[in-house]
């Protein structure tokens, strides 16, 4: 049996509590339920001596609506309850829901989500296994191995949550020992497989707040070889307003899964800006969207296959929102 | 002596052992504990090839906590599986020729103590060029073995039957196809493990998650040097095998040995990771094939070419090479048939039997190759088929005996089922069906170790209050192998099969039976288990007649009784019974034996593949493809099989549904696959197993033909129903997109790549373009069995 | 590495263990209480045979702290039969033919048993769905999602 390294564990009553033991204990890590750091752990790729749950602290947990008509989502908040609340946008319960199994998404919760550490298929595996094919960039290495000649990793965006909470315009509120701010969920990612998440150690994710929809309607498509347990090797999450005409005022297309961040498929939305939904513009966007899009083969199935898949998903998420 | 009816064969009964399953109170090895029990764990290779130029494990032994240390050199004898193949060490010695093979073992007071320890050995490596692939092995750069027949080459086989340029004359058609069969593994939600005791008498115990204690047995005999008789193997309830678990393993062999040098109980138990590095599973097979039709669709001759990837060892490689050849003509009338088969060495985990052993891949192959002949000739996929059928009570044209042969009734019963007439080739685009038959072993006809021994054999004891004890070696693999011997055992005595006590598994205790492998428990043990049966039976009789004042011929065994048939009053209770027969003849034990029939053909190669008995599948698929995205889904499975007779038609079920489960995943998603020689995802995570979610509804329909030297003319069912899953998904996703993917598994990529093709105009086809090249020398011809000369 | 002493609740009795924080549950159930009804099949939250209830939902008690438990309810697969009487599902399991092998079969019940507290007469979909993170290697499923349906039907 894989046995965690050894830690310890603080469990804190307080965000403040929290954000001074993480200030205190170089190399510690907030936790929440552990199900993508305790895996991780489990095969060596990080080794955090401290770990700070947040589970004691109170107020963390919730969905409710706010004065303006959206939404403010608890940063631990379970995945099957967002999956299960009737009243959140399409693509966000279609996010948490598709998440792993039913017993992860029974403590796996929103803020673990959205810091899910990258994957690749070199370094989800053991110490023994990395060993074996020298360690790459993100295990301490001096290459990549999917990309040698670069100096980039390229671990891929493996969270859900991100590319149906950004389509939706979320923020994300960050508290550390400077005070707290408030940020786009888009600007929480940067495009780096190791520095993945724009937040310091230090800082620790509280809540998510999704704006009224305005009309938006919204929806996420995953790729993955089989129906529950994996995790996506594409993510599309796409929010379209239409005006009465049918001619679309705006769109948000992001695709997770395919690059170190969740990507914006900024020329698609443009395109579609001011048109019907018509098979040839669907179509179309579906091409567009996919041009950029350069996938390695460091996850599940081919990368040419995941980025034909790009072009086929959006076009089935402007579908379904036609 | 078949009862005129059955009190408890045929139906549908629970498992004897199910109560503690559901209760968490299954003992499985890594359950097990034992006072003062230290955690073995394997240090392994991280290189694929090379040389082991230090091993140094002072800094280890020092630790506090680790009670000793192994190395290749503490255990220097070699073993394997066959005994052609003698080519394993427990742990490596002087060369590594896969990454995660065992390389040092330590035994420590607990697991990370044990883990602390690996991480003070050093180990120095000179590696070595790599092999990673078929074609690589056949370059004779890097010899894997020094031995063998060079090029990396383990063992190539060329057997002629018959004269096939004669048969190719004789046809209207040929055509010729490549094949491509990647490989997958067991992943038995257990993992392997095993609990070794070496006691103060000297004695060595071995509590292991096997399927084989019988051979287990053999090996740790040879390579610990301890007489057979101071070994005692308890195959533990295993966690599933599916074949996994046959090989006598490196821990097993390890945990002996640690507990030898420690004097107290050692554990080992595999991660899943490990899991992955032991392996044995399906050998990745290319193939070539080449057959001549009449116009009617009936063969005239057939050449068959396989090409096996074994890994680094032997292990049962000898015999998948030639299971690639056997079966193919025990579906079809092949007058003139052709096999060639090569198995080459590649620094990869060692392949193995797994489910089906060496035949789901040339029959994928050959199913598909029928139907693609079949669309050639103008014929749909069930008349080119029943224009061959093998015909019940015939010999193949390689000496395969057919006895029992229900394969015809199989294909007209899925075929009903399924509605396969009304909707091949004419299901809206996307949706289609497929078909494929099969057959497979009742059990190889053969013991691993050539003797004249019996194969099974089952010792019954009764007790002086009736309670009757069942001893047999045969190891509960999840199939219900122990609740099979106790509905023979219960049916003969007339006793409830789930108030029978069962010893099994247990070298001390148990008779020999040789495992639970090649489908031979139900036929074997349970021949030997209705013998043993039947003679306590007829002691039993012959007291009772006594006391009766009656004759034996009117006397019946029934309802816990023993009487006259219809007379209640001239009848005992069977425990009053048991002790008249006590009294008069002394203690009431006997044994039975099963050795099947000398059954092999006149040519080297013809041990493989020869059974008793044939059981035969037929199976209808219907899926609906995903054009777009490549995804197919399985929408339902009609599976027809002949199992002589249903001893336990729940259990039978359940080796369908099971089987029918296992041949989906291998065909639309599993696959033990590499980065050169470094695997690339050994976790449940990137191993694709099917979940509840990607699973269809299947229809089992059982047919039986009673076969006339099964017990109660019962025959295999845990392999044969994977076999014809594959190739039928193959065919319906034909059927549904018109592309041919000559390459299992069956991924999305690969159908979407195929549709692409199509829509360029090309041909639709994702497969291998050809076979490597390779000498096949000259075959052995052999003269085909008289009965079929022209 | 501190050892701490944990106050844990599993199948309604309290066990007190001494333990460190990087011990899992799954660790703790068998290797301290040596309730070995819980079993490991990937020990990275891939197979869900290790799947026990902690306050009547189904979690994976290889990725859960020991420590995070305390404080609740703990039930395995020792816990679900009442006075030594199988509950229904258990016995539905048996009669059906739902385990073969029997390794996945703790981790399914106490996923199954959390559906049936939850769901009156779950329908096939539902049942899947439940059940889609716990892996089967031996049924095809089938007899599984049979045998919840009986035991939903002859009462809980």
Redesign the interface.
């Known amino acids: 049996m894989m046995r965690l390294p050894a830690f310890s564990l603080l469990a804190a009553s307080t965000l403040a509590e929290a954000v001074e033991m993480l200030r205190d204990h170089p190399g510690s890590t907030v936790i929440g339920a552990g199900t993508d750091l305790l895996p991780n752990m489990k095969r060596r790729q990080v080794r955090p001596a401290t770990l700070v749950s947040l589970g004691a602290i109170p107020g963390l947990v919730g969905i409710r609506r706010d004065d303006t008509g959206g939404w403010v989502i608890g940063a631990l908040t379970v995945l099957g309850d967002v999956a299960r609340f009737p009243d959140l946008p399409g693509a966000l319960r279609a996010a948490a829901g598709s998440v792993a199994s039913p017993q992860i998404r029974n403590t796996a919760t929103v803020g673990g989500n959205l810091c899910v550490d990258t994957r690749c298929s070199f370094i989800n595996v053991t110490e023994e296994w990395r060993a074996a094919s020298g360690p790459c960039l993100k295990a301490g290495g001096d290459v990549c191995w999917v990309a040698p000649k670069g100096e980039q990793c390229w671990a891929v965006s493996s969270t859900d949550l991100a590319p149906a909470a950004i389509v939706l315009g979320a923020s994300v509120r960050l508290v550390g020992p400077g005070g707290e701010r408030t940020i786009p969920a888009a600007d929480l990612y940067r495009p780096d497989g190791i520095d993945h998440i724009a937040k310091a150690r230090d800082e620790i994710l509280t809540e998510v707040s999704i704006p009224p929809l305005a009309g938006l309607r919204s929806t996420y498509l995953k790729l993955r070889r089989r129906q529950a347990v994996d995790f996506p090797i594409l993510g599309v999450a796409a929010a379209v307003r239409t005006g009465d005409d049918g001619i679309v005022e705006e769109a948000r297309i992001v695709l997770g899964a395919i690059a170190p961040a969740p990507l914006r498929a900024a020329a698609t939305e443009e395109f579609l800006v001011g048109k019907r939904l018509t098979p040839e513009v669907v179509e179309e966007a579906g091409r567009i969207a996919a041009l950029p899009v350069r996938p390695f083969d460091n996850t599940d199935l081919g990368s040419r296959y995941r980025k034909w898949m790009t072009a086929t998903f959006v076009r089935r998420a402007l579908r379904e929102l036609e | 002596m078949i009862a005129p009816r059955f009190s408890f064969v045929g139906s549908g009964r629970p498992r004897v052992d199910a109560g503690d399953q559901v209760s968490g109170r299954t003992v499985f090895a890594d359950d097990m504990s034992l006072p003062g029990m230290l955690i073995g764990r394997q240090l392994r290779s991280p290189h694929g090839h090379a040389r082991i130029t230090r091993i140094d494990v002072r800094r280890a032994l020092a630790l506090e906590g680790v009670e000793a240390v192994i190395t290749g050199a503490d255990l220097p004898i070699t073993y394997g599986i066959l005994p052609v193949s003698q080519d394993e060490h427990a742990l490596a010695l002087e060369r590594v020729r896969y990454v995660g093979e065992p390389v040092a073992a330590v035994a420590a007071v607990d697991a990370e103590t044990a883990a602390r320890g690996l991480e003070l050995i050093e180990v120095e490596y000179e590696p070595i060029e790599e092999t990673a692939s078929i074609d690589e092995a056949a370059t004779d750069r890097v010899l894997i073995h020094g031995e063998g027949l060079g090029r990396n080459v383990h063992r190539a086989a060329s057997l002629e039957f018959g004269d096939v340029a004669t048969g190719f004359e004789e046809a209207d058609h040929i055509r010729e196809d490549v094949y491509d069969f990647r490989g997958s593994t067991h992943a038995a939600l257990e993992q392997h493990a095993a609990v070794a005791s070496f006691g103060t008498d000297g004695r060595l115990t071995i509590w292991s998650s096997t399927q084989v204690p019988h051979y287990l047995h053999r090996a740790l005999e040879k390579v610990l040097e301890l007489p057979a008789a101071q070994i005692r193997v308890v195959a533990t309830p295993v966690g599933g095998g599916f074949g996994g678990k046959t090989d006598p393993f490196s821990h097993e062999i390890v945990a002996a040995r640690l507990s030898m040098e420690t004097g107290r109980p050692v554990k080992i138990t595999l991660s899943r990771e490990e899991v992955f590095y032991t392996h044995r599973g399906r050998h990745p097979v290319l193939m070539w094939v080449r057959t001549g039709f009449r116009r009617d669709g009936t063969i005239t001759a057939m050449h068959f070419r396989t090409h096996l990837d074994g890994g680094a060892f032997g292990s049962y490689g000898l015999a998948t090479l030639y299971y690639t050849g056997a079966l193919q003509t025990t579906t079809y009338r092949i007058p003139h048939y052709k096999f060639e088969g090569v198995r080459v060495f590649t620094n990869k985990p060692p392949c193995g039997p797994k489910r089906g052993h060496g035949t789901p891949q040339p029959r994928f192959a050959l199913e598909c190759h029928l139907d693609a002949a079949a669309a050639d000739l103008g014929l749909d996929p069930v008349t080119i088929r029943v224009r061959n059928l093998v015909e019940p009570y015939s010999t193949t044209v390689n000496y395969l005996r057919i006895t029992s042969c229900g394969l015809r009734e199989c294909i007209e019963k899925v075929v009903a089922a399924s509605g396969f007439g009304d909707k091949h080739g004419k299901l809206p685009p996307g949706r289609g069906v497929g078909l494929a038959v099969s057959a497979y072993m009742t059990g190889a006809g053969l013991p691993i170790y050539f003797n004249d021994m019996p194969q099974s054999e089952v010792s019954i004891k009764v007790d002086r209050g009736g309670g009757v004890t069942v001893f047999s070696m045969a190891a509960d693999v999840g199939q219900g192998s122990t609740s099979v011997l106790a509905t023979i055992v219960g049916e003969v005595l007339g006793l409830d099969p789930a108030t029978l006590a069962m010893v099994t598994a247990d070298t001390d205790l148990t008779p020999v039976d040789l495992g639970s492998y090649s489908s031979r428990v139900t036929f074997m043990a349970g021949n030997a288990a209705l013998e043993a049966a039947e003679r306590i039976r007829d002691t039993v009789v012959a007291a009772v007649a006594d006391e009766l004042g009656t004759t034996r011929d009117v006397l019946v065994v029934g309802d816990g009784r023993v009487g006259v048939e219809g007379a209640p009053e001239k009848s005992i209770p069977w425990p009053d019974a048991v002790r008249a027969a006590i009294s008069r003849t002394g203690p009431l034990a006997a044994s039975g034996s099963y050795t099947a029939p000398t059954l092999a053909g006149p040519y080297k190669g013809s041990g493989v593949g020869i059974s008793p008995a044939y059981s035969f599948s037929a199976a209808v698929v219907e899926v609906e493809c995903d054009a777009e995205t490549g995804h197919v889904r399985v929408e339902r499975v009609w599976l027809a099989h002949d199992i002589g007779r249903a001893l336990n038609s729940l259990l039978v079920e359940g080796q369908i549904e099971g089987g029918v489960y296992m041949g989906l995943g291998e065909a639309l998603m599993e696959e033990q696959a590499y980065r050169g020689t470094l695997h690339r995802g050994p976790s449940l995570l990137d191993y694709k197993m099917p979940t509840f979610l990607d699973v269809p509804p299947v229809e089992s329909i059982l047919v039986e033909t009673v076969d006339p030297e099964g017990p109660f003319g019962a025959k295999e069912v845990g392999q044969g129903p994977l076999l014809p899953v594959i190739p039928a998904v193959a065919n319906a996703i034909h059927d549904a997109l018109g592309v041919r993917i000559d390459e299992v598994p069956i991924t999305p990529d690969k159908v979407v790549r195929a549709m692409r093709d199509l829509a360029r105009g090309g041909s639709g086809r994702v497969g291998p373009a050809s076979v490597p090249e390779f000498d096949f020398g000259r075959a052995n011809r052999v003269a085909v069995p008289e009965g079929l000369r022209p | 590495?501190?050892d701490r002493i944990l106050t844990l609740s599993v199948n309604g009795r309290e066990h007190r263990v001494l333990t460190?924080?990087?011990?899992?549950l799954?660790?703790l159930l068998?290797e301290d209480l040596?309730?070995?009804?819980?079993?490991?099949?990937?020990?990275?939250?891939?197979?869900?045979?290790c799947?026990v209830l902690l306050d009547g939902?189904?979690?994976?008690s290889c990725?859960?702290?020991a420590?995070?438990a305390e404080g609740h309810a703990v039930t395995?697969?020792?816990g679900?039969?009442a006075g030594g009487v199988?509950a229904p599902l258990?016995?539905a399991?048996?009669?059906?033919?739902a385990?073969?092998?029997?390794?996945?079969?703790?981790g399914m019940?106490m996923?199954a048993s959390a559906l049936l507290n939850s769901v009156l007469d779950p329908s096939t979909a539902e049942?899947?769905?439940?059940?889609?993170?716990?892996?089967?290697?031996?049924?095809?499923?089938?007899?599984?999602?049979a045998a919840v349906r009986l035991a939903a039907r002859s009462g809980r």
């Open positions: 590495m501190i460190p924080d990087h011990r899992t799954l660790e068998r040596r309730l070995t009804g819980t079993k490991h099949g990937c020990e990275l939250g891939e197979c869900g045979a799947t939902t189904p979690v994976l990725l859960t702290l420590r995070s395995t697969v020792e679900l039969a199988p258990q016995d399991f048996t009669r059906l033919g385990a073969q092998c029997g390794y996945c079969t703790p019940l996923a049942i899947q769905e439940a059940l889609s993170g716990n892996l089967c290697r031996c049924t095809g499923y089938g007899k599984i999602v």
